[in-house]
């Protein structure tokens, strides 16, 4: 048993859906994005959602986010409610793009959520050195956003979500739009920076190797109405190096993701 | 090279042909009163003596390039600039009133846009006002604006350049109220994950996002605004500027002064519109744009 999953037993959950629903009123009528999902997500997990298109998945990193207001059901992150936890900063989020600014350069980018929770100069700059150090950016600094390659820019936005310490990443496809061998060096990076700073991450993708392949735990998702199908634990050892992609272990993980999202008619049309 | 061949050569062909356009124009149009004068004095000249005598008459319906070429060096180039015949002083009232509108006018429009797109009832109310103000012609509002002024008092530079006021705030108040809106839903997104203010949006967001667009609308007020002192000149018996010239060039026949006073005002603008570009493009590219 990993620290993580030993902590996660622990009972110290970081979030914690309880028959959570979300329906969107559109032109067309109710559309129903979340239905009966209960989950509980413990302090170190790297959780993984997946699933296909209108699952669902994103929609739940937003109600964690405060982004999205749940219709039924009860959600709290680190006990509070998700409001309490925005305003009180406790998640970084990564969006499907980088999201950068392109008027500011990388080391102004990552000192925006520093700038906005009042953090002094001299501790700013004492931060942005670390992040950038943590996600290999040193050096970048002074670039502006169109400098950079897709994958370096979603460096910068992974370090900016990490500049404030919040204890909680929610990643929404982050690496959706990059090609597959970028792919997989920023998934090493991530484990590793993972290992290093014992955050809670939920991670949204459409891969499934990729899910297998970072998570503790992958929640299989489904569409129409968006919900869960299936928790699956991850049996693979914290120290994950890529070849571990070839194990039979680590394919009849993927496989039994795969089986999930037949389950639940993911591959119909 | 590449310069001279992207951008100065076509200018170039496209001078080359209006100035082509405006010969024959002055040749055709001139002819008729030609004939008449020839005709009293019974004369009987030849194709190019006629074509040559078209083209330099003292008082013509249109002016040859090379007269208003003449008369515009003249008066810009060979009088003292305090002199009330030179151009380069007419300009210079022109402008003084032009830049002075362009300011308030910009001002006024960023402060519109920015109640428009942070309180709702402005947004439901403004617009439909802001557009019918323009609407309205100026020619018929500049002579009220300035008696109206003139009777509490006010008589002037202020009066000249609210008018261009009136017709450049309008660009800047479309142009910034898109510009403070344009920040993409996923920046507007982030920034409330940092649960931040909506003064930390404005400042951090909304005006970095909306410079662009800032610079593009102050092209076209700037323009504007010299119209707009033009035509404040023009019915108010000023006695100085582009507009006040125009007006008196053209009580006395003197065509060619008009034109040479046209000119000297689409150079004021091209001026104009040329230096807000480049603040803009300084600006852009110290807000680290990609040099273009």
């Given at each position: 048993m990993?620290?993580?999953?030993?902590?996660?037993?622990?009972?110290?959950?970081?979030?914690?859906?309880?028959?959570?629903?979300?329906?969107?009123?559109?032109?067309?009528?109710?559309?129903?994005?979340?239905?009966?999902?209960?989950?509980?997500?413990g302090?170190?997990?790297?959780?993984?959602?997946?699933?296909p298109?209108?699952?669902?998945?994103?929609?739940?990193?937003?109600?964690?986010?405060?982004l999205?207001?749940?219709?039924?059901?009860?959600?709290?992150?680190?006990?509070?409610t998700?409001?309490?936890?925005?305003?009180?900063?406790?998640?970084?989020?990564?969006?499907?793009?980088?999201?950068?600014?392109?008027?500011?350069?990388i080391?102004?980018?990552?000192?925006l959520?520093?700038e906005?929770?009042?953090?002094?100069?001299?501790?700013?700059?004492?931060?942005?050195?670390?992040?950038?150090?943590?996600?290999n950016?040193?050096?970048?600094?002074?670039?502006?956003?169109?400098?950079?390659?897709?994958?370096?820019?979603?460096?910068?936005?992974?370090?900016?979500?990490?500049?404030?310490?919040a204890?909680?990443?929610?990643?929404?496809?982050?690496?959706?739009?990059?090609?597959?061998?970028?792919?997989?060096?920023?998934?090493?990076?991530?484990l590793?920076?993972?290992?290093?700073?014992?955050k809670?991450?939920?991670?949204?993708?459409?891969?499934?190797?990729?899910?297998?392949y970072?998570?503790?735990?992958?929640?299989?998702?489904s569409?129409?109405p968006?919900?869960?199908?299936?928790?699956?634990?991850?049996?693979?050892?914290k120290?994950?190096?890529l070849?571990?992609?070839?194990?039979?272990?680590?394919?009849?993980?993927?496989?039994?993701?795969?089986?999930?999202l037949?389950?639940?008619?993911?591959?119909?049309? | 090279?590449?310069?001279?061949?992207?951008?100065?050569?076509?200018?170039?062909?496209?001078?080359?042909g209006?100035?082509v356009?405006?010969?024959?124009?002055?040749?055709?149009l001139?002819?008729?009163?030609?004939?008449?004068?020839?005709?009293r004095?019974?004369?009987?000249?030849?194709?190019?003596e006629?074509?040559?005598?078209?083209?330099s008459q003292?008082?013509?319906?249109?002016?040859a390039?090379h007269?208003?070429?003449?008369?515009?060096?003249?008066?810009?180039?060979?009088r003292?600039?305090?002199?009330?015949?030179?151009l380069?002083?007419?300009?210079?009232?022109?402008?003084?009133?032009?830049?002075?509108?362009?300011?308030?006018?910009?001002?006024?429009?960023?402060?519109?846009a920015?109640?428009?797109?942070?309180?709702?009832?402005?947004?439901?109310?403004?617009?439909?006002?802001?557009?019918?103000?323009?609407?309205?012609?100026?020619?018929a509002?500049a002579?009220m604006?300035?008696?109206?002024?003139?009777?509490?008092g006010?008589?002037?530079l202020?009066?000249?350049?609210?008018?261009?006021?009136?017709?450049?705030?309008?660009?800047?108040?479309?142009?910034?109220?898109?510009g403070?809106?344009?920040?993409?839903?996923?920046?507007?997104?982030?920034?409330?994950?940092?649960?931040?203010?909506?003064?930390?949006?404005?400042w951090?967001?909304?005006?970095?996002?909306?410079?662009?667009?800032?610079?593009?609308?102050m092209?076209?007020?700037?323009?504007?605004?010299l119209?707009g002192?033009?035509?404040?000149?023009?019915?108010?018996?000023?006695?100085?500027?582009?507009?006040?010239?125009?007006?008196?060039?053209?009580?006395?026949?003197?065509?060619?002064?008009?034109w040479?006073?046209?000119?000297?005002?689409?150079?004021?603008?091209?001026?104009?519109?040329?230096?807000?570009?480049i603040?803009?493009?300084?600006?852009?590219?110290?807000?680290?744009?990609?040099?273009?």
């Open positions: 990993t620290v993580a999953e030993a902590k996660a037993q622990a009972g110290t959950s970081v979030v914690d859906a309880k028959n959570l629903g979300l329906t969107f009123r559109t032109n067309d009528g109710p559309v129903q994005a979340l239905t009966d999902v209960n989950l509980t997500i302090k170190g997990e790297f959780v993984s959602f997946i699933g298109s209108g699952c669902g998945k994103t929609t739940f990193l937003r109600v964690i986010a405060d999205e207001q749940p219709t039924e059901g009860s959600i709290s992150i680190n006990g509070m998700p409001q309490q936890a925005r305003e009180k900063r406790a998640y970084g989020y990564v969006f499907q793009a980088a999201a950068l600014f392109p008027w500011r350069n080391a102004k980018n990552v000192a959520p520093l906005i929770m009042g953090v002094t100069a001299a501790e700013q700059k004492q931060r942005i050195a670390r992040v950038m150090d943590l996600v950016l040193t050096g970048f600094e002074n670039k502006y956003p169109w400098q950079l390659s897709g994958g370096m820019q979603q460096r910068a936005s992974i370090a900016r979500a990490l500049a404030f310490d204890d909680l990443l929610l990643m929404d496809e982050p690496f959706g739009a990059l090609d597959e061998i970028v792919r997989d060096h920023l998934n090493k990076q991530l590793e920076l993972w290992a290093r700073t014992d809670t991450i939920c991670f949204v993708t459409h891969s499934i190797p990729e899910a297998v970072l998570s503790t735990r992958i929640v299989v998702m569409p129409r968006g919900r869960v199908t299936d928790v699956i634990e991850s049996t693979l050892p120290e994950r190096p070849d571990i992609r070839e194990t039979p272990e680590f394919l009849a993980i993927a496989h039994r993701v795969r089986e999930g037949h389950a639940g008619h993911s591959y119909e049309d | 090279m590449n310069r001279v061949r992207d951008s100065i050569v076509p200018v170039l062909t496209i001078l080359v209006l100035v356009v405006w010969y024959v124009a002055a040749i055709l001139n002819a008729p009163f030609q004939r008449d004068l020839d005709r004095a019974g004369e009987t000249p030849g194709t190019v006629f074509i040559g005598k078209t083209l003292p008082k013509p319906t249109m002016p390039p007269q208003v070429a003449q008369d515009f060096f003249k008066n810009t180039f060979l003292k600039i305090t002199s009330n015949r030179s380069v002083y007419h300009a210079w009232v022109t402008l003084s009133s032009t830049l002075l509108g362009f300011l308030f006018g910009t001002a006024l429009g960023i402060l519109i920015v109640g428009i797109v942070h309180v709702l009832a402005l947004d439901r109310s403004l617009m439909p006002w802001i557009i019918a103000s323009q609407t309205v012609p100026i020619l509002v002579p604006v300035i008696v109206v002024l003139a009777a509490i006010i008589t002037g202020i009066p000249k350049s609210l008018i261009s006021t009136y017709l450049s705030f309008f660009p800047v108040a479309v142009g910034m109220v898109k403070l809106r344009s920040p993409e839903l996923m920046h507007l997104d982030l920034m409330h994950t940092y649960n931040a203010s909506q003064s930390q949006v404005f951090k967001l909304r005006v970095p996002a909306s410079v662009p667009f800032l610079f593009a609308s092209k076209v007020a700037v323009a504007a605004s119209v002192a033009i035509v404040a000149e023009l019915p108010t018996g000023a006695v100085a500027g582009i507009g006040s010239k125009l007006l008196q060039a053209s009580y006395y026949s003197q065509t060619i002064e008009m040479s006073a046209l000119v000297a005002g689409s150079i004021v603008a091209a001026i104009l519109v040329t230096a807000v570009g603040v803009g493009r300084l600006v852009d590219r110290s807000m680290g744009a990609r040099p273009a």
